[in-house]
Structures are given as C-alpha cells and as structure tokens.
Nanobody, 131 residues
C-alpha cells in the first residue's frame, strides 16, 4: 500500500525559507516519480516540481525556478522541496503525489493544472507566507 506523508509546512515571513518533506512507502523501488503540487484558494491545483526515483530526471515549474529545489534521499525514502525567497503568492496547501514511470501526468502538469488523475496523494501541508 502506497503512502505519502508530507511535513515541514508552516508560517514564514516573506523572503524566508521552508523545507517540505514527503516520506514515501509501499512503492517498488526506483520505478516511480514523486512530485509536489500546490493549491491556493480559488485556483486549481498546480504542478510545482517532480523527480524520478532513480534521480536521473527532475524539473521545477518556471514560476518557482531559481527559488524552489526538489531533491531526494533514497536511503530515507524521502523527497524534499526547498522553498526559498518565499512571497505571499506561494501560500497554499502543498501536496506530494506519485505515479509510476514514465510519469507522463507529472511532466504534463508541471507549471499548470493537474492534467489528469494521479494515483497517489499525500494529505497536504499548509504553507503560509506573510508580508
């Protein structure tokens, strides 16, 4: 049974940083992608970043490029999203999601609304940025 558990959200002032974590369990090792999505009130859930479990492929959306970084620690089965230079437009609920390779939905959803259903989601973690 696949489980994704996010942590690391919180409240931060504009310009600050947070690191989100997603603990993964239940996957067959090295044949899936993990991604981060966010949803703000009144908007569709959008793709922020994703990484292949093998580590050979990762990408972040243009609107966070240079500020957010996705990484993973396979030994800890954890994927991270480092959020730097936060502004109030980054506030929202951040979700971890997963799908098996070739990760077509994650790639198609990057920087925009989720294109189709993803099979696995975490419960989300709230990020609040105050100016």
């Amino acid at each position: 049974q696949v489980q994704l558990v996010e942590s690391g959200g919180g409240s931060v002032q504009a310009g600050g940083s947070l690191r989100l974590s997603c603990l993964v369990s239940g996957f067959t090792y090295r044949n899936y992608c993990l991604g981060w999505f966010r949803q703000v009130p009144g908007k569709e859930r959008e793709g922020v970043a994703y990484i292949r479990s093998s580590g050979v492929l990762s990408d972040v959306a243009d609107f966070v490029k240079g500020r957010f970084t996705i990484s993973q620690d396979n030994a800890k089965r954890t994927v991270y999203l480092q959020l730097n230079s936060l502004n109030d437009e980054d506030s929202g609920v951040y979700y971890c999601a997963a799908e098996y390779v070739p990760c077509s939905t994650m790639a198609a959803s990057l920087g925009g609304p989720v294109r189709s259903s993803l099979p696995y989601w975490g419960q989300g973690t709230q990020v609040t940025v105050s100016s």
